[in-house]
Nanobody, 113 residues
Framework: VQLQASGGGFVQAGGSLRLSCAAS????????MGWYRQAPGKQRELVAA???????NYSGSVNGRFTISRDNAKNTVYLQMNSLKVEDTAVYYC????????WGQGTQVTVSS
């Protein structure tokens, strides 16, 4: 199983970005899909997660600004990021759970003031 993340980039504060992460390979059923992020000098933190049934969990720091969604037919998870702040700058990693946790390669999001 491979995960391919895309959509990162450079944006000014207040702007928006949309991340995508598509899973490919031998996939029977995906459980949770989601996103973590890691800023320089900080630990990796959960941003948002969504179950196969659509239950969602957000970090308090992004709640109300970010929206996670998934397309089960495409094995893809999305993260719509609005009202971006400088402190959202990080490498964003997608993940999924199919018995074990699988990680994407990370995509850089940089928010300037």
């Amino acid at each position: 199983v491979q995960l391919q993340a895309s959509g990162g980039g450079f944006v000014q504060a207040g702007g928006s970005l949309r991340l995508s992460c598509a899973a490919s390979g031998s996939i029977f059923k995906i459980g949770v899909m989601g996103w973590y992020r890691q800023a320089p000098g900080k630990q990796r933190e959960l941003v948002a997660a969504i179950t196969s049934g659509g239950n969602i969990n957000y970090s308090g720091s992004v709640n109300g600004r970010f929206t996670i969604s998934r397309d089960n037919a495409k094995n893809t998870v999305y993260l719509q990021m609005n009202s971006l702040k400088v402190e959202d700058t990080a490498v964003y990693y997608c993940y999924l759970v199919i018995g074990t946790v699988r990680w994407g390669q990370g995509t850089q999001v940089t928010v300037s003031s």
